[in-house]
């Protein structure tokens, strides 16, 4: 399924391997297997170790999955519900220096954990999990419904589940259901300087 991804240098396939898929089977992700995908995350790298990602987890057919699911916006809640465990991304704002009396600003707290929420989905692809990221939720009824305070920014949640078949998906969809693709290098890298088209 992922023949069409072709890359302009030779990588590993775990890269282009990973991929989104909305349709999933709803079967149920054992505790264990979720929480070493969690593990994954957890050895990302973050500026000063500081390690601001935090996650909140869901799984499905128990207590904490309705008030995450119900936070979702409704195009998303038309396949996740299929999902074996919802996951809310969360990072801390704020860094306290080993020793230091006050907290600061931690300038990286987003890209951190957007490389935390990466290691969570190449360990999926890797353990026959499909992690699919979701920007479309309600961050404030979120932080109400799970207790999330103001210093931590609710970045994403996470649908994690196996592959289903897409024929279980609302018909606007199925055909989407395949892997993309990217831009190509060339428009994303350059040499030295800024050198890209708007
Ligand atoms: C932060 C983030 C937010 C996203 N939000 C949504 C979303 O709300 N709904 C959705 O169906 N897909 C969402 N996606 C999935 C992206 O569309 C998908 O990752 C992108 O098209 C690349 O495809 P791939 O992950 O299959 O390689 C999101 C992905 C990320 C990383």
Do not use: C
């Not at 396949?79 to 600061?104: C, F, I, M, N, R």
């Amino acid at each position: 399924m992922t023949q069409a991804r072709q890359t302009d240098y030779p990588i590993d396939p775990l890269f282009t391997q990973r991929w989104s898929p909305r349709a999933f089977t709803g079967e149920q992700i054992p505790e264990e297997s979720l929480l070493a995908l969690l593990e994954a995350a957890r050895w990302a790298p973050s500026a000063y170790n500081a390690q601001p990602w935090r996650f909140i987890y869901a799984r499905r057919d128990t207590p904490s999955w309705q008030p995450v699911f119900d936070n979702l916006v409704e195009f998303n809640r038309g396949w996740a519900h299929k999902a074996a465990a919802l996951v809310v991304v969360l990072s801390h704002k704020q860094y306290t220096a080993p020793g230091a009396a006050e907290s600061q600003p931690n300038a990286w707290h987003s890209f951190d954990t957007g490389a935390a929420w990466a290691s969570l989905a190449f360990q999926a692809t890797l353990s026959g999990w499909h992690a699919h990221g979701l920007g479309g939720f309600d961050a404030n009824g979120l932080r109400a419904s799970l207790g999330i305070p103001d210093d931590y920014a609710v970045e994403a949640v996470i649908a994690v589940g196996k592959l289903g078949d897409k024929a279980s998906l609302p018909e606007a969809l199925q055909a989407r259901e395949t892997p993309n693709t990217r831009r190509p290098l060339a428009e994303l890298v350059a040499d030295g300087r800024f050198d890209f088209a708007a």
